[in-house]
């Protein structure tokens, strides 16, 4: 039994492990059919990655391989273009510059041929005009220096023959004959001319040559011109080494014949058919440079016996037309050649044809005919030289035409390798493109690589750590991410601001925002935050006007202005050019920002060329509106100072929106500006490090002392250069010490000692013309007032008498009168507008030249000089148009004649201005610079001649009288005065003010005293008319406004 147990249970025993084999095996099966389906899905998804993959990669190369198609056939096409319209460019200004060339032909050949007619002409007039002025008969008429005579008119011309020919009646042949035996000195006299006075010209003919009886040529008709007349060459130019050639009948020369009958017939200028002449190799022992035949053409010009166009033909003057040299000098140097075909068509005589070859300025005779390239034919210009209102030879005339070609030569100086050159540049421009596409595609394909490969890995590394479900989460949170910033908006709380500003200062809705909110009862009330943000980097100019207040406080308010709204408008128009943006202007000051409201990184360069130009255009400005605003306008000067940083600018919202900058850097600037000095740039540390940053050290020069700003204590500044070019080296003499400061690449600005005040020829120029003007004002107002009152001139010779009694020889400071008579007020002295008069311009003439006159006369002294002449005329002028003058215009009223008493009269009396402004001008004229004092002590001669009284001031007087007395100033005089009154009132005001300008003088100061006394203190019991009052006190006044100028502008150098 055990057995059998055995065997049973080793039976079981093997069929379970079969049973567990064969589970085994399904096991196995089952894992091994797994593996091999997740292998497939992995061999299917790298399969299908690497298909898309593949597909991608065949449409980008397909794109490329595209892309490199089109730049070939652009290469191509533009390479072609390019050489084909290079070509027609070529093509079209050969063209253009033949049509140029030929058009310059013809009118230059016109234009000679005119010259010889005129020339033609010229002798004829002349010869006619010595005939009729002397006295002689026709054909006994020989021109005096006819030598010199015709070798002008023959240069003028470009001719080198020229002659007179008389016309002989046939009894009056005997009776030439002898005429011209003894009357022919000329032909010797024109050798000697011509420096050939050693050449013996022989004996003239003793008769002239009968046409008729030597040749037989008479015509049957015995009225024709050849059997009524001789027509003998009389005199040439030049005169001709054999005086046998004189005397030719010219009728025995068919050619002419027509022509001279044409003359008699129409009376108009007539041209020969074309001979040649046949020069020999010498002539009268001088050899010639002249080819042997030359060809020529004649110019018959009549000779009548009167000038007064109905005449009888008395000669003609033959002119030659050289052809050889009829076109040198069309071209310039340089010019290709072209060639002229001349053509000449004279009916019966036959037709000629030359062709010349035009070569720059040279030019020569090619053939005897019509030689040019027929392949050039379509190139032909043409014009008509002579009788262009006849057919070709109609009647004989003679029609002188021109054919303009070009040649093989000209064409040749435009054929180039320029097309070539530029295809070529073309291509090599689109290998260089394809060869940056292809450095780009491997850049793209490079970092396209990179991307994949990091894209990889963090997919390996999230594949590793999260589960699928959280991957696909982590990767729709990055979609989601990246959707919402794509969405989002572009513009941000900070650039919506800036758009605010923008909008506002382009006038935009920011401006009707600002003014909308400024509605608003309370601040609190406001719907929208301020428009306002900081911006970083900026930088600010201020620009005041230097001067401007004490010369504000001589003008006139429409001066004040013109002179602030031009200068603006100069500085508005560069701010527009450099982009530049104008923040305000306070008074004098421009204030003006760079970097807002478009930052910008170049703005401190911007800055310094924007105050660059504002500097050259304020000098320039202000010195072109002396004329307009006078004397010291072109002294004022402008102080700029610059700073750059953060700026906190917008729109300061209220009543009046405005837009405003803040922060340290406005004040700053201001500090810049204030501690600057006139016409320089001043800049602070932080606007030249942006220049140096910027490489543009070589603008900036070391202020040398450290400037005091308050809160900010010392700080080194700069200047800027207003010429942009680079310093010198240092002065001499500076220490190492004071080069410390100073920047690498930035120089010190040297210490320059200040140049004289002596009035540049400019600003002479202006002072001249502004007194001018004044003066010229108010002649205008003296001549409107003279006939207004129709005043009648007293004789010339009564005036002229007087005025040589007032001459030098006087003792001025003995005319100095205690009362001036000024003129009564009526009320119709102004009936004659002012405007309406014109000065003639003689007197203009002579006023400019008598000021000019002035200014030379004055010498070169502080405070006596001629520019504090003129601002002691503008000065007085001031104050004059302070006095208020009457009404005189309108209908006359007793409040006008009460004003008239109430100023004195000086206001209404435009002489007693004109006056004042003259002794002004002329109250220093040749001063010495010194007191009449040291004159006194020195003993010179001027103290003598005055007696050592007034010196100064009697010599001006003096001076500038004697000038105005020239017989130069007539015209100048009859215009200030015409009567001997008006005269004397002169004189007497010139005299006082003149001597009123001495405030030294003892006896002066004592007159005045007792003037004043006499004037204001015992008004009671003074027993003298009302007018004798009123003229006493306009002389004080007259007086005193001289003495007030001169003083206070002397006075104003003091500080």
């Excluded at 020989?142 to 023959?161: C, I, K």
């Excluded at 982009?579 to 204030?591: A, I, L, M, N, S």
Aim: glycine letters at 4%.
């Amino acid at each position: 039994m055990m057995n059998g147990q055995d065997d049973d249970s080793e039976l079981l025993s093997v069929s379970e492990f079969s049973q567990e084999d064969e589970l085994s095996s399904s096991h196995g099966d089952r894992d091994s059919s797994f593996e091999h389906e997740e292998n497939n899905k992995k061999k299917k998804k790298k399969s299908k990655e690497h298909e898309i993959g593949s597909k991608e990669t065949k449409s980008v190369f397909r794109a490329k391989l595209m892309v490199y198609l089109v730049l070939i056939v652009s290469c191509v096409t533009a390479s072609t273009l390019a050489y084909f319209f290079t070509r027609d460019q070529e093509e079209d200004d050969y063209r253009n510059d033949f049509k140029v060339y030929a058009d310059e032909v013809k009118r230059v050949a016109k234009d000679v041929i005119q010259t010889k007619i005129d020339v033609g002409e010229s002798l004829s007039i002349q010869i006619t005009s010595y005939a009729n002025d002397n006295g002689f008969l026709f054909p006994f008429v020989t021109l005096p220096d006819f030598e010199r005579v015709s070798a002008n008119l023959r240069h003028m011309a470009n001719t080198d023959f020229i002659s007179f020919i008389s016309l002989v009646p046939r009894e009056k042949k005997a009776e030439f004959e002898n005429y011209t035996l003894y009357n022919n000195e000329w032909v010797q006299e024109g050798l000697e001319v011509q420096g050939l006075g050693d050449v013996d010209p022989g004996p003239i003919p003793s008769f002239i040559v009968d046409l008729v009886q030597m040749f037989g040529v008479a015509r049957p008709d015995p009225n024709a011109l050849e059997n009524l007349y001789f027509a003998p060459t009389w005199q040439t130019g030049p005169a001709p080494f054999n005086a046998s050639t004189l005397l030719s009948d010219v009728f025995v020369n068919p050619q002419l014949l027509p022509s001279i009958e044409r003359i008699l017939s129409e009376g108009t200028v007539q041209i020969t058919p074309i001979f040649k002449i046949v020069i020999p190799n010498t002539a009268a022992g001088v050899e010639l440079e002249r080819p042997f035949e030359v060809p020529h053409s004649a110019m018959t010009n009549g000779i009548y016996d009167t000038l007064e166009g109905n005449g009888d033909l008395v000669g003609f003057v033959y002119t030659s037309v050289p052809w050889n040299d009829f076109f040198n000098g069309i071209l310039s140097e340089g010019t290709g050649d072209i060639e002229v075909v001349v053509s000449e068509n004279c009916g019966e005589a036959g037709d000629s044809k030359m062709t010349f070859v035009l070569d720059g300025e040279e030019s020569y005779l090619k053939a005897f005919e019509d030689a040019h390239d027929p392949k050039f034919d379509s190139r032909r210009e043409s014009t008509v030289l002579t009788n262009e209102e006849f057919e070709a030879g109609e009647d004989g005339r003679c029609r002188y035409e021109l054919e303009i070609y070009p040649t093989n030569k000209l064409k040749n100086t435009y054929d180039s390798n320029e097309p070539l050159i530029y295809s070529i540049v073309v291509a090599m421009i689109f290998v260089f493109t394809t060869m940056v596409f292809l450095v780009y595609d491997w850049a793209v394909q490079r970092r396209q690589w990179m991307i994949i490969r990091a894209a990889r890995k963090t997919q390996a590394i999230v594949s590793s750590l999260f589960p699928k479900n959280v991957q696909d989460r982590i990767l729709k949170d990055v979609d989601d991410e990246v959707q919402r910033e794509a969405n989002k908006p572009l513009v941000t709380r900070g650039n919506r601001t800036k758009d605010q500003l923008q909008n506002f200062l382009k006038g935009k809705d920011g401006v009707a925002a600002a003014e909308e909110e400024a509605q608003m009862p309370t601040p609190g009330a406001r719907s929208s935050k301020p428009i306002a943000d900081l911006f970083p980097e900026a930088t600010i100019i201020f620009a005041d006007i230097v001067g401007f207040t004490a010369w504000s406080s001589t003008r006139e308010p429409t001066q004040v202005f013109q002179l602030l709204e031009t200068i603006y408008h100069v500085f508005d128009e560069i701010a527009n050019r450099r982009r530049v943006f104008k923040v305000e202007t306070v008074g004098d000051c421009y204030v003006a920002v760079a970097g807002l409201p478009e930052p910008r990184k170049d703005h401190a360069i911007v800055m310094a060329r924007f105050a660059r130009d504002c500097l050259v255009q304020f000098t320039a400005t202000v010195k072109a509106m002396v004329v307009e605003l006078g004397p010291d306008t072109e002294e004022l000067g402008v102080r700029i100072g610059l700073h750059s940083g953060p700026v906190t600018a917008g729109v300061l919202r209220g009543e009046r929106a405005r837009f405003q900058l803040f922060g340290d850097t406005v004040n700053t600037t201001a500090r810049m500006e204030s501690t600057g000095v006139p016409n320089k740039i001043h800049l602070s540390q932080e606007t030249a490090d942006l220049l140096v940053a910027a490489g543009k050290s070589q603008w900036l020069r070391t202020r040398r002392e450290k400037v005091v700003a308050k809160g900010k204590g010392e700080l080194q500044t700069y200047w800027l250069d207003s010429t942009g070019e680079t310093a010198t080296a240092t002065t001499e003499g500076e220490s190492d010490e004071e080069e410390k400061g100073a920047k690498p690449g930035i120089q010190t600005a040297p210490v320059v000692a200040p140049a004289p005040a002596v009035p540049s020829a400019d600003k002479y120029n202006r002072l001249v013309a502004w007194n001018c003007d004044i003066l010229a004002k108010l002649l205008t107002q003296i001549v409107a007032r003279r006939e207004s009152r129709r005043t009648d001139p007293d004789p010339v010779a009564d005036i002229r008498k007087l005025e040589e009694q007032y001459g030098s020889n006087r003792y001025v400071l003995s005319e100095v009168q205690e009362i001036v008579r000024l003129p009564k007020f009526e009320a119709d002295s102004q009936r004659v507008d002012p405007w309406s008069v014109q000065l003639s311009e003689e007197v203009l003439s002579q006023l400019k030249d008598y000021v000019q006159t002035l200014a030379a006369m004055y010498r070169d002294n502080p405070f006596h000089n001629f520019e504090h002449a003129s601002h002691v005329t503008m000065s007085v002028m001031k104050l004059l148009s302070r006095i208020v003058a009457p009404d005189l215009t309108s209908a006359p009223t007793d409040t006008e004649e009460a004003l008239h008493d109430h100023t004195y009269g000086i206001t209404s009396d435009p002489m007693t201005q004109f006056a004042v402004a003259l002794s002004a001008l002329i109250h220093d004229v040749d001063h010495p610079g010194v007191p009449n004092t040291q004159l006194i002590k020195e003993q010179t001669s001027l103290a003598a001649v005055y007696r050592n009284k007034s010196i100064a001031e009697q010599n001006s007087v003096d001076l500038a009288w004697d000038l105005l007395m020239d017989d130069a100033y007539s015209d100048l005089r009859r215009t200030i005065y015409v009567t001997k009154n008006e005269f004397l009132r002169f004189r007497q005001l010139v005299v006082n003010i003149v001597l009123a300008t001495d405030i030294m003088d003892k006896d002066l100061k004592q007159l005045r005293n007792a003037r004043w006394e006499r004037a204001f203190a015992d008004y009671e019991r003074r027993e003298e008319s009302q007018k004798d009052v009123v003229d006493r006190k306009a002389t004080i006044v007259i007086e005193h406004l001289i003495q007030a100028s001169d003083v206070s502008h002397t006075m104003q150098h003091w500080h």
